[in-house]
């Protein structure tokens, strides 16, 4: 006799259940940010200055930089720093830009469960991410079997 896995039947409703019920607690519009800056001191994401970020593995993010000066690259970092050493670049793409240019993050499932968004130049300029898994991975990590 075959075994039943579980797994197969719940994927699509734990998904679902996670694009209504998590997603929206991640970021109220979805995967894309839209970042401009407040002079030297801040980040604004969304209209908001520096907020902490929930993204999760296996998701895509984009952050879309909106009139950023050439002196303010926007980095995700593997720690709370300026300069450019500490950059997190597995699964994204153009990180450290400038302008109004499109920084896209696909979280790896591999990634640390923290990062950080900063300038290179700026030290007020910053903001913690938390990478958390989805829900799937999060009811499946047993291996729950039937």
């Known amino acids: 006799m075959h075994a039943f896995h579980a797994r ?7 998904a679902l259940a996670f694009a209504f019920a998590v997603a929206p607690a991640v970021h109220a519009g979805g ?8 002079g030297t001191g801040a980040w604004v994401l969304d ?5 902490p970020l929930t993204l999760t593995r296996g998701q895509s993010y984009t952050f879309q930089l ?3 000066s050439a002196i303010h690259p ?8 300026t300069g450019n050493g500490n950059r997190y670049n597995s699964g994204v793409t153009n990180n450290g830009a400038t302008g109004n240019t499109a920084i896209t993050f696909v979280v790896p499932n591999d990634a640390p469960d923290s990062l950080h968004y900063n ?20 009811i499946f990590a047993d291996d729950f079997e039937v």
């Open 8 to 14: 197969s039947l719940l994927r699509p409703f734990a």
């Open 31 to 38: 995967n894309s940010f839209t970042v401009t800056n407040n």
């Open 47 to 51: 209209g908001v200055e520096n907020p």
């Open 66 to 68: 909106q009139g950023v």
């Open 74 to 81: 926007f980095n995700i970092n593997t720690i709370n720093i």
């Open 119 to 138: 300038c290179a130049n700026h030290g007020l300029m910053n903001g913690p991410i938390t990478v958390v898994n989805g829900v799937v991975d999060a």
